[in-house]
C-alpha cells in the first residue's frame, strides 16, 4: 500500500485578497461615548470684594461643609439673603456639573443642578399657589446626593400585582419572571446591601414584556441626568429602591439598559472622594478671589 504525501491546506481567511481594498468600509463598531467633561476652574472677576462679602461669606460656607462632610450627611447653605449681584457671584463661582435633577410632587416641582464641584447641589423648589404666583425658595445642599429629592422619590405604598394569571397577556414572555425578581429585591433590600441589576440588554425580552414592566414597576417622582462619560438617564419607578437606568453613548444610542435595585444608583452620587477633591477646589477659588 502506497502512502499519500500529507498536503497542508492555507487557511482561508488569510493572505493577498483576504483583507477589504483601499477605500472599503472597514468592521463596524457602536461609537462608544466621547466628549467628556472635565473639571475647569472659572475665577470671576470682582471690581469691590467688599460689595460682594456676603457672596464669599455663602461660598465660605460651602466649603466648610465640603470640608467637614461625612457619609450620609447633609448640610444646607441658605442663598435668600442674597441680593442679586451677590446671588450671581456664587451662581457663577459654582457653575453647571454633570447631574440634573427633576422633581415631580404634588403641588410642587423642584429642579437641583450640581455644581462643578461634586457634592455642591443648587436646589430650587417651584411650589405653585391658588390663584398666586409661584414661591420660588432656592438653598444649596452639600451632600452626596439631595436628601430631599431622595425623600420625594418613591409613592408610600405601591402595590406590584405577580399573579401569573394576571399578567399573562398576548405577547408577553419573561416579564413575570423579571417582575417578580426586581419586586423580590426591592422587597429584601437593606441599606447596607449591594445593588441589584436586573440588565434588559442581555435579557431576551419583547416590547410587551416591556411594556408590562413598566407599567406594574409605575412611575415615581424623580428624573436624573447624568452627563459625564455619554448620557445617563434615571428615573425612579414607582416601586421603592428600583430605578431604571439606561445609558446612551455621544451618538445617543441607548448601549445599555437596566433596571437597579439600590436606595440610589451610584452613578448620580458625588463619591467621598470627589467631595474632599471638592473642598480643595473651592478653598484655592476662594483664596484667588479675595
Given at each position: ?7 497542508t491546506?492555507p487557511?482561508?481567511g488569510?493572505g493577498?485578497?483576504?483583507?477589504p ?8 463598531y ?12 472659572h475665577l470671576?472677576e ?6 460682594v462679602a ?7 460656607d ?6 467637614g462632610?461625612?457619609a450620609g ?5 441658605s442663598?435668600?439673603?442674597?441680593d ?22 404634588p403641588?410642587?416641582?423642584?429642579e437641583?443642578?450640581e455644581a462643578?464641584c ?5 436646589v ?7 390663584g398666586?404666583?409661584p414661591?420660588?425658595?432656592e438653598?444649596?445642599e ?11 422619590a ?6 406590584v400585582?405577580l ?7 398576548p405577547g408577553?414572555v419573561?416579564?413575570p419572571?423579571?417582575?417578580?425578581e ?9 441599606a447596607?446591601r449591594?445593588?441589584h441589576?436586573?440588565?434588559?440588554s442581555?435579557?431576551p425580552?419583547?416590547?410587551e414584556d416591556?411594556?408590562?414592566i413598566?407599567?406594574?414597576?409605575g412611575?415615581?417622582g ?17 416601586t421603592?429602591?428600583?430605578?431604571r437606568?439606561r ?6 444610542t441607548l448601549i445599555?439598559?437596566?433596571?437597579e435595585?439600590?436606595?440610589?444608583p ?7 472622594e ?14 484667588a478671589?479675595?
Amino acid at each position: 500500500m502506497s502512502s499519500i504525501p500529507f498536503a497542508t491546506m492555507p487557511p482561508i481567511g488569510y493572505g493577498p485578497g483576504s483583507q477589504p481594498d483601499d477605500g472599503v468600509d472597514g468592521l463596524a463598531y457602536l461609537p462608544m461615548p466621547s466628549g467628556m467633561r472635565v473639571f475647569e476652574a472659572h475665577l470671576p472677576e470682582i471690581e469691590d470684594p467688599a460689595r460682594v462679602a456676603a457672596a464669599l461669606a455663602t461660598l465660605e460656607d460651602v466649603r466648610a461643609a465640603l470640608a467637614g462632610w461625612m457619609a450620609g450627611g447633609s448640610t444646607t447653605v441658605s442663598v435668600g439673603h442674597l441680593d442679586p449681584a451677590n446671588r450671581a457671584l456664587v451662581d457663577e463661582t459654582l457653575g453647571e456639573g454633570e447631574v440634573a435633577i427633576v422633581v415631580e410632587a404634588p403641588g410642587e416641582r423642584i429642579e437641583i443642578q450640581e455644581a462643578t464641584c461634586a457634592g455642591v447641589w443648587r436646589v430650587r423648589a417651584i411650589t405653585a399657589g391658588a390663584g398666586k404666583e409661584p414661591a420660588v425658595r432656592e438653598r444649596i445642599e452639600v451632600a452626596a446626593f439631595p436628601r430631599g429629592a431622595l425623600l420625594r422619590a418613591f409613592p408610600r405604598e405601591w402595590p406590584v400585582d405577580l399573579d401569573p394569571a394576571s399578567l399573562a397577556r398576548p405577547g408577553v414572555v419573561n416579564a413575570p419572571a423579571i417582575l417578580t425578581e426586581i419586586v423580590h429585591k426591592s422587597r429584601e433590600h437593606g441599606a447596607d446591601r449591594m445593588p441589584h441589576v436586573v440588565n434588559l440588554s442581555l435579557l431576551p425580552h419583547t416590547p410587551e414584556d416591556l411594556a408590562l414592566i413598566e407599567s406594574c414597576l409605575g412611575r415615581g417622582g424623580i428624573t436624573i441626568l447624568s452627563r459625564g462619560y455619554g448620557n445617563c438617564r434615571i428615573e425612579a419607578t414607582a416601586t421603592a429602591r428600583v430605578w431604571r437606568v439606561r445609558y446612551y453613548n455621544s451618538a445617543d444610542t441607548l448601549i445599555l439598559d437596566t433596571f437597579e435595585v439600590t436606595e440610589v444608583p451610584e452613578v448620580a452620587c458625588a463619591a467621598a472622594e470627589d467631595i474632599a477633591d471638592s473642598a480643595a477646589r473651592l478653598a484655592d477659588i476662594l483664596a484667588a478671589l479675595r
